[in-house]
């Protein structure tokens, strides 16, 4: 088992930052890839980026590349997606996960066995 919980959401300006984190505790959270996915009311939860164990791979869902950028730190069992520029499309509760340990960089949330509670992330221009 993994627990993750999310931090760091908020009320923020377009054009505007934000950096989330999550936190991982249980099983060896270096054995897993992780992702952050997000949920806008009435929507489908939707992929945003995935970091691989070592740090070396990273995939970003086209809207938010070039603007949010995904790390983890293994000696703290944590991960952070800074937001840069945010618009108010970026509007929505944000979700940490850990993938089932297939070493492939999902982006499918059927990849992910842990899920955190969720941070809400609320743009207004």
């Known amino acids: 088992q993994v627990q993750l919980v999310e931090s760091g959401g908020g009320l923020v300006q377009a054009g505007e930052s934000l950096r989330l984190s999550c936190a991982a505790s249980?099983?060896?959270?270096?054995?897993?890839?992780m992702g952050w996915f997000r949920q806008a009311p009435g929507k489908e939860r939707d992929f945003v980026a995935v970091?691989?164990?070592?740090?070396?791979?990273?995939r970003y869902a086209d809207p938010v590349k070039g603007r949010f950028t995904i790390s983890r730190d293994n000696a703290k069992n944590t991960v952070t997606l800074q937001m840069n520029s945010l618009k108010s499309e970026d509007t929505a509760a944000y979700y940490c996960a850990a993938d089932r340990g297939s070493g492939v960089l999902a982006v499918v949330r059927e990849a992910y066995d842990y899920w955190g509670q969720g941070t809400q992330v609320t743009v207004f221009s």
């Open positions: 249980g099983r060896a959270f270096s054995s897993h890839n």
């Open positions: 970091i691989s164990r070592d740090s070396g791979n990273t």
